[in-house]
């Protein structure tokens, strides 16, 4: 419903290109006579509001009637008693905001005109003696309806409510344009967004490449898992460089045998080492195997303990951090607004669709996943900060919730209503 706004402004747009000046003046007496407030929830609230704090109780009935022609009366049969039993808070809270600001008389008038109607409910047989108590605050009849707390709650839930019935009405075509257009728009940009990291990707690829290129073309033989040593002219004679097949010699033919990373300089007097190279990828990935001199090394020198087994080398290469576990990694990001402050907990559904967060706030909020559908996506008002949240973990419809003033709600997902509300007692908060 947040699109109404935008759509009637492109109505307006319509009819001024068209020249329709006689519709388009109606449509603006219309929007400015609009008694849904272009289904913003919090604006329609405040309209009943100050029907109770302007003591009219006909326009408050009245706006309350076309809510109920119109929508209350489509709706399953579940709801029927909900909507009944906030009708009747609502003529509650006339009646005691009247007696806050000194209005006896204004309730009078009010029994008075629906005497005949409330003397048929058992819900009113008690205030009917209202105006003439002299500090009805203080009888236990009244005293929760003239606390804070209860006005609270009551807009909590009203809120609730029409929030819920709105999100259920079927949208005409034009506002499902829109919902097509704004889909469409961010699809787009997530194309782009992938088109540039692609780009970016072959850069560093292009780059990478590059810096291998002239890596190789200055060390033709290169350091093996890190490991570089230089080989003293004794140890060099005679070894042979071929292509590598992925796996190293046997421990027992390389225990204690340096690396090496360059080639030594070719000179009669090395005995003619001989260096190879494998002509198709410039010398990628090599080994070496120095048979005369390992034999050369173990018949007339002890291995010391300086030299480091370039197995073992070759396996701490491999240990990715201290405690031997796989870094995370992260394969995606998407960011949710709509909190106005910190969130104390979120918690994922089972099947990995939905998540819930509960706010500083005062809210409880459901959103969807990547490409699953947003019907369960909702906005739970409550009347204090969130400090605890689940869900069930059997089928994913309920969401268990508490708030730092003991309320707990039980709320299902699918249906987008509250089906149990209690507080506990204040020895266990």
């Not at 002239?214 to 350091?223: F, G, H, I, S, V």
């Not at 197995?311 to 240990?319: C, F, H, T």
């Not at 939905?354 to 009347?383: E, M, P, Q, Y």
């Not at 089906?419 to 266990?428: A, K, L, N, R």
Request: aromatic share 10%.
């Amino acid at each position: 419903m947040e699109a109404v706004s935008y759509v009637d402004e492109l109505v307006k747009e319509y009819l001024l290109f068209r020249g329709f000046a006689g519709t388009l003046r109606s449509f603006d007496v219309e929007r400015r006579n609009d008694k849904l407030k272009g289904f913003q929830v919090d604006r329609l609230v405040d309209q009943l509001f100050s029907y109770i704090q302007a003591f009219d109780i006909v326009g408050m009935q009245g706006l309350w009637s076309y809510l109920e022609s119109h929508f209350f009366s489509n709706m399953d049969t579940h709801f029927l008693q909900s909507v009944k039993k906030l009708e009747l808070s609502l003529l509650r809270y006339y009646c005691v905001h009247c007696i806050q600001n000194g209005k006896a008389e204004k309730v009078k008038d009010f029994f008075d005109s629906y005497a005949e109607q409330l003397h048929r409910e058992e819900e009113w047989e008690s205030w009917f003696v209202l105006p003439f108590i002299r500090s009805p605050e203080l009888e236990p009849a009244f005293e929760a309806y003239f606390s804070k707390q209860w006005l609270e709650a009551f807009t909590v839930s009203l809120r609730n409510f029409l929030s819920t019935i709105f999100s259920s009405v079927s949208l005409p075509k034009i506002l499902n344009f829109n919902v097509d257009r704004a889909e469409r728009k961010a699809l787009e940009c997530e194309l782009q967004a992938l088109r540039g990291d692609v780009q970016r990707l072959r850069s560093e690829l292009d780059s990478a490449e590059s810096e291998l290129r002239e890596y190789r073309a200055k060390d033709p033989l290169r350091t093996i898992h890190g490991v570089s040593t230089s080989p003293s002219p004794k140890s060099a004679r005679g070894i042979r460089v071929k292509r590598s097949t992925g796996s190293f010699p046997s421990p027992s033919k390389r225990k204690g045998i340096p690396l090496v990373t360059e080639a030594p300089p070719a000179s009669a007097g090395d005995g003619g080492a001989l260096w190879e190279e494998d002509p198709v990828n410039n010398g990628e990935s090599i080994e070496m195997v120095a048979a005369a001199a390992v034999e050369e090394k173990e018949q007339d020198e002890p291995v010391s303990d300086d030299v480091v087994d370039t197995e073992e080398k070759a396996e701490v290469g491999r240990i990715p951090t201290l405690t031997g576990e796989e870094p995370f990694t992260i394969d995606s990001q998407d960011v949710f607004s709509g909190h106005t402050a910190g969130v104390n907990v979120c918690r994922f559904s089972a099947d990995g669709a939905n998540f819930a967060s509960g706010s500083k706030d005062a809210t409880v909020r459901v959103w969807s996943l990547g490409s699953h559908t947003a019907t369960r996506n909702a906005t739970i008002f409550c009347t204090s900060e969130v400090t605890s949240l689940d869900w069930d973990t059997k089928n994913d419809r309920f969401i268990l919730f508490g708030t730092c003033d003991r309320n707990i709600k039980l709320w299902n997902v699918d249906s987008k209503r509250v089906i149990c509300d209690m507080y506990t007692d204040g020895e266990f908060p």
